[in-house]
């Protein structure tokens, strides 16, 4: 690969290169998510409670946010394109380990290193797709990345239940663990994009960025959407099968299902903020993601259902217009320094402490206000959008 920055090209003309990274941040995106599904199971075999599962997913959002952090001191010596491939192949690696697991202390310190190693893509790969496509293009491309966690969600309850049918559960991390080695391995020798370095988060561009509150704006809103999108999916199989009397198939099928519509909602907001722009896009995100989060709460029966149904595919709508913000207020270099500073805080807040805190509450038998407290809180934060600039700066 060149060592020179990729000129930017429209949209179409870039699209394999752009897909191509999708692809490593789908199979990113489902290593780290495919044992919410595979919970119930877990909790039994290896004979743990709902509080122990959220501290497995308190572990990845620990080891998340590390690993992000180290994103800018990795990416500075070996280039983002390079960390993109070198992330893809270590967290297969720890996958193949992971599936080895032989008991909940074994599971809990594989779950910290899966954090590490699916963390440090994020900032990279953000930094990737946006050099491949012209600015105009911005919001399509990171619909297009974002594209692949929402088709994540859809995939890991399938491929758990599909595992669960013919072997155990460790299959799921030994087929994921495969797929990521040889991507990763394919993506050092033809990936492109992303041929400059990162910025260590110790650096003097780290220390100014740091100093503008808008920053910390974003790392509150981003906390939030993670942790909305994120800890409802982590622990709603356990909290429909022990508040609401589902089984354990019928759960992930309708957490799966519940997906679908997430898929394709990323093109629409990006459609959306391209035509209107990021601010109104967010609007619209607060409101309908925070009232269906309530919903879950508070819903029993067809309304349970639609709330299940709706809340996945309004969960997604923040991020295309969020990113979009990043990219127009900072240049290449800035962008993948912000996206190292805001992942730590939301993937310990939104990965790990969020799913931690649900499943305490699912403990002590108070589930339902775990989600109307995250969706109250989702709501609240639409008194912060007159704060976001309206142009970059």
Not at 50 to 71: D, E, M, P, R, Y
């Amino acid at each position: 690969m060149s060592s020179q920055r990729s000129s930017t090209q429209p949209y179409g003309a870039a699209l394999p290169a752009v897909l191509f990274v999708v692809l490593i941040f789908f199979l990113n995106f489902t290593t780290r998510i495919v044992l919410a599904p595979l919970m119930p199971v877990l909790e039994t075999q290896l004979g743990f409670d709902h509080a122990a599962a959220g501290s497995l997913f308190l572990a990845l959002g620990i080891g998340n946010g590390t690993g992000l952090l180290l994103n800018g001191f990795i990416s500075r010596e070996i280039n983002h394109n390079r960390t993109v491939g070198l992330s893809a192949i270590c967290t297969g690696i720890v996958s193949l380990c992971l599936s080895q697991a032989w008991s909940y202390w074994s599971l809990l310190c594989g779950m910290l290193l899966l954090g590490v190693s699916v963390g440090t893509y994020l900032p990279s790969g953000i930094a990737t797709v946006t050099s491949l496509v012209r600015p105009e293009d911005w919001g399509k491309t990171i619909a297009t990345h974002e594209g692949a966690p929402n088709t994540a969600f859809v995939a890991a309850p399938l491929l758990a239940e599909a595992v669960l049918l013919f072997s155990g559960w460790n299959s799921a991390m030994l087929l994921l663990g495969t797929a990521q080695i040889l991507t990763g391995i394919l993506f050092l020798r033809f990936g492109r994009g992303g041929a400059f370095p990162g910025v260590s988060p110790l650096s003097k561009m780290a220390s100014d960025l740091l100093r503008r509150p808008v920053l910390w704006l974003l790392v509150f809103c981003f906390s939030t959407a993670v942790g909305i999108s994120l800890g409802p999916y982590s622990m709603l199989p356990l909290f429909l099968v022990d508040e609401h009397g589902f089984t354990r198939e019928a759960a992930n099928q309708l957490l799966s299902i519940s997906r679908i519509g997430a898929v394709v909602l990323p093109f629409v907001s990006g459609w959306f903020t391209d035509r209107w722009g990021a601010k109104p896009a967010l609007f619209l995100y607060f409101t309908l993601c925070g009232a269906s989060t309530m919903l879950i709460g508070i819903g029993t029966g067809t309304l349970l259902i639609a709330a299940v149904m709706l809340q996945p595919m309004f969960s997604v709508l923040f991020f295309t217009p969020a990113f979009t913000v990043v990219s127009h207020m900072f240049n290449p270099e800035e962008r993948a320094v912000v996206v190292s500073f805001i992942g730590p805080i939301n993937a310990f807040l939104g990965v790990g402490l969020i799913p931690w805190v649900l499943g305490l509450l699912g403990q002590a038998g108070l589930f339902s206000l775990g989600f109307i407290l995250q969706g109250g809180i989702c709501m609240l934060s639409l008194a912060l959008l007159p704060k976001f600039p309206a142009h970059r700066h």
